[in-house]
């Protein structure tokens, strides 16, 4: 009685980074500007800080890396060989101007194929995986596609981290993966995508359902959309969350996630200091 459950440091950090990155993702689309390879190293420095040395924070890797693979008995076995460091800004360069000239793509497709590119390109010592999917976010979101910034993919990849792994693994090489198939990988993409946005229309539909039994529509303000990212990215939010993520007092805080249980959308779950919000999902 009286502890407080701490979870780990770097867990703790990654979602703070997460947070200060989403900020900076919607900065970006305010802006209405497309993103740079300086964005790029922007947005990893905040993903990546305080969780590796602070020289490899914000730059390109200068070396070469290699992905493993973890077998059942413990032993590790080579998966993929990234392209040499010195290669990696020309094929960032590359790919942030074929985004820029891929009009005729279906923007879902395109976010898609960005997002293995840059797997394959691996810029980083860390945080690739991270940094490509909050980039894919950014693109998405730029292109239309971000659904009151409600929509996070991170939930769908979450789910089974060996099943995304496996569907980026079309070759052991930069060079062999040159002209892959990428229809497992599309296929698998949109599904995600797809699930996404049921989870986002069962939402909305709550929200509405809610707010006609009410006899009010309840719209909610982007403070409520922030708290909800944050939700269903993460699965739970405090209020101690809120205050963070909308740098508001404790008191606001809870008078937000009040309304937002009020209107349905969230459900409180636990007690005392152990009290939490999730998804309303009945």
């Not at 940094?131 to 009151?148: A, I, N, P």
């Amino acid at each position: 009685e009286g502890k407080r459950i701490v979870a780990e440091e770097d867990q703790i950090r990654e979602v703070e980074n997460y947070l200060v990155a989403l900020r900076r993702i919607d900065e970006i689309v305010n802006e209405k500007s497309g993103f740079s390879r300086n964005e790029i190293l922007k947005i990893h420095k905040v993903v990546v800080g305080g969780l590796v040395d602070k020289e490899k924070t914000g730059v390109f890797r200068e070396g070469p890396v290699y992905i493993l693979n973890v077998l059942p008995k413990g032993e590790e076995e080579l998966a993929y060989t990234p392209p040499p460091s010195e290669k990696v800004p020309e094929l960032i360069d590359d790919l942030l101007l074929w985004l820029g000239k891929a009009g005729e793509v279906h923007p879902v497709i395109r976010a898609g194929l960005f997002h293995y590119q840059f797997e394959t390109i691996h810029p980083f010592t860390d945080g690739n995986g991270r940094t490509g999917r909050l980039l894919t976010l950014l693109h998405l979101y730029q292109s239309g596609w971000d659904f009151k910034k409600v929509l996070v993919l991170e939930d769908y990849y979450n789910q089974n981290r060996k099943n995304y792994y496996r569907h980026l693994q079309t070759g052991d090489t930069f060079n062999s993966r040159k002209g892959a198939d990428l229809t497992n990988w599309l296929e698998y993409y949109v599904e995600g995508f797809l699930q996404e946005v049921r989870k986002v229309k069962d939402l909305i539909i709550n929200i509405s359902v809610v707010g006609e039994a009410k006899g009010t529509r309840n719209i909610l303000d982007n403070d409520e959309l922030k708290i909800v990212d944050f939700v269903v990215t993460m699965g739970r939010v405090t209020s101690s969350d809120v205050v963070d993520i909308l740098r508001v007092p404790k008191r606001t805080a809870q008078f937000k996630l009040r309304r937002l249980e009020d209107i349905n959308v969230l459900r409180k779950a636990g007690k005392g200091p152990g009290t939490y919000y999730e998804v309303n999902r009945k």
